[in-house]
């Protein structure tokens, strides 16, 4: 049974840090491609950053340095930390698993499993 378990959302004032952390069971965790997605009140959900089994960082926006994503396979988790946060960073981030061998980008439907979400409000 895959399970993937997101923490660490919450209210911040804009200018700080957020750190997310997914947690994943149930699957082979070191093999697989993992992903941050998020979605703003009204949007669509929109990728932020994936990281391959071998935790090399893809980000939907090159320039947004402001984003960091990172796994670790001992612990089964991955985080994603958020730095100068901004009121158009407020938003439900979901962690993404893709357990299947292939391409790993940031695309929505590549991915087959979801956790809930948690919510970030940048105020």
């Known amino acids: 049974h895959v399970q993937l378990v997101e923490s660490g959302g919450g209210s911040v004032q804009a200018g700080g840090s957020q750190t997310l952390s997914c947690s994943g069971t149930?699957?082979?965790?070191?093999?697989?491609?993992m992903a941050w997605f998020r979605q703003a009140p009204g949007k669509q959900r929109e990728g932020v950053a994936r990281i391959t089994s071998g935790g090399t960082p893809l980000y939907r926006d090159p320039k947004a340095t402001r984003f960091f994503i990172s796994r670790d396979n001992t612990r089964n988790t991955m985080t994603l930390q958020i730095n100068g946060l901004q009121p158009g960073d407020t938003a439900k981030y979901y962690c993404a698993a893709q357990p299947a061998p292939g391409y790993c980008d940031i695309v929505e439907t590549d991915f087959d499993y979801w956790g809930q979400g948690t919510q970030v409000t940048v105020s």
């Open positions: 149930g699957f082979t965790f070191r093999t697989t491609c």
